[in-house]
């Protein structure tokens, strides 16, 4: 039996925050459970008076605190900090304000850890109603249970306390605060110190995707904001001239590519949205290489 800390970011999202919090009650484990809520919203502070008044009665410990500094990767890092003051804490999962996770949800996790030794394993993530992956671009986030190079993102995830020991405060690099990435710098650093990563599959958390997330504007955006913070990624661990070289060069075949295949399958909608999604992540990259970081989440949106 292990002691685990649920860390949950949250900003201005009390109702789902509290779908979730219900969620982690239904959780079928034996382990020691805390739950953890870092609430980035210093002055309104909804997620955090919410946790105040269900701590009370509610099934784990709850221990709610207000990360002062906006952004994602401030956040992330008071929750980090937080998870680590309990000194018999072997695991920490992180979960988003805006998911919910099945019953068998940490036990899966868990049970993938022990199976396979990695430092960070991540849970795939379904849409509600099921991912389309058409024109919207929403997809369920789906791998084969087992070993893999590289993980997708933070909002389902288990890290061992061992491997955030191992890495130096903050965990989560502040530059990607309002452009996002900081879960993909994260990765990079726990790979360069040796780290291993598996997927678990039946790990399930859900989502819900809002109405004003649905459209192909807000899509094209997403894509263009990912690419350029993967390239800001990319840059920060100095590269050598010949990968630099063939990064670029892929980048630049891509807009040249990309475009021209959007057009020609415009009769086929979902073979459209992928050349089109990929075109706009490389033009994100190439504002990456020329300096500009994109932050969508320096105005805050609220679902």
């Not at 959780?27 to 609430?39: E, F, N, R, S, Y």
């Not at 993938?112 to 849970?123: D, L, M, N, P």
């Amino acid at each position: 039996m292990s002691e685990i800390v649920v860390a949950i970011p949250t900003f201005k999202r009390p109702t789902a925050l509290a779908h979730l919090l219900a969620a982690l009650e239904k959780l079928d484990t034996d382990d020691q459970i805390i739950v953890v809520v870092a609430d980035n919203d210093a002055e309104g502070h909804a997620g955090y008076d919410l946790c105040r008044s269900l701590a009370a009665h509610y099934r784990w410990p709850l221990d709610p605190v207000i990360a002062e500094d906006r952004g994602i990767a401030q956040v992330r890092n008071t929750l980090v900090a937080r998870a680590l003051a309990y000194p018999d804490a072997e695991f920490v999962a992180m979960i988003d304000d805006d998911e919910w996770p099945s019953p068998q949800w940490l036990r899966e996790l868990v049970r993938i850890q022990r199976q396979t030794g990695a430092e960070v394993v991540e849970g795939s993530i379904l849409f509600e109603g099921g991912g389309r992956d058409g024109f919207d671009g929403i997809s369920d986030m789906r791998r084969p249970t087992g070993p893999v190079a590289m993980l997708e993102g933070a909002g389902n995830i288990l890290i061992t306390r061992a491997c955030l020991q191992k890495l130096e405060a903050p965990w989560f690099d502040p530059a990607f605060a309002f452009s996002g990435g900081e879960d993909r710098d994260f990765f990079a650093r726990v790979k360069a110190a040796g780290g291993r990563f598996a997927w678990a599959d039946e790990g399930l958390a859900y989502t819900k995707v809002p109405e004003r997330r649905q459209s192909v504007a807000w899509l094209l955006r997403r894509s263009y904001g990912i690419g350029n913070s993967e390239m800001h990624v990319f840059l920060k661990y100095r590269p050598s001239s010949a990968e630099r070289a063939r990064e670029f060069a892929k980048v630049a075949a891509a807009l040249v590519v990309t475009p021209l295949a959007g057009l020609i399958l415009a009769l086929s909608p979902r073979r459209a949205a992928d050349a089109w999604r990929r075109f706009f992540r490389n033009a994100g990259k190439l504002t990456a290489v020329l300096g500009i970081r994109s932050q969508p989440y320096a105005v805050p949106h609220v679902d």
